[in-house]
């Protein structure tokens, strides 16, 4: 089955930074466009960036300059690196991918900023 493992979330203070990362598994994760998203109290799900398969990437207005998104195909692996974060970002981080027309999500890696 479908397996996505996000890690590398904490707490950390405003300016600080961190890498999550994504392991998948049982998808063609080559192929694959893959997303991190975030869910912050009392706010919407929002997608942050993607990476597609040929590694061009987009991002959120709100991350541009700070985040970083990666992969590594022979580990499948997808990485977030994080840079200057703010208080306003705290959230629990998904890692997300469609294949096959079935939209699969990671359990969430929470992401505390806070002094």
């Known amino acids: 089955q479908v397996q996505l493992v996000e890690s590398g979330g904490g707490l950390v203070q405003p300016g600080g930074a961190l890498r999550l990362s994504c392991a998948a598994s049982?998808?063609?994760?080559?192929?694959?466009?893959m997303n991190w998203y975030r869910q912050g109290p009392g706010k919407q799900r929002e997608l942050v960036t993607t990476i597609t398969r040929g590694d061009p990437t987009n991002y959120a207005d709100s991350v541009k300059g700070r985040f970083t998104i990666s992969r590594d195909n022979a580990k499948n692996t997808v990485y977030l690196p994080m840079n200057s974060l703010k208080p306003e970002e705290p959230a629990v981080y998904y890692c997300?991918?469609?294949?096959?027309?079935?939209?699969?999500w990671g359990q969430g890696t929470q992401v505390t900023v806070s002094s």
């Open positions: 997300n991918v469609i294949q096959w027309g079935q939209e699969y």
């Open positions: 049982g998808i063609i994760f080559k192929n694959a466009a």
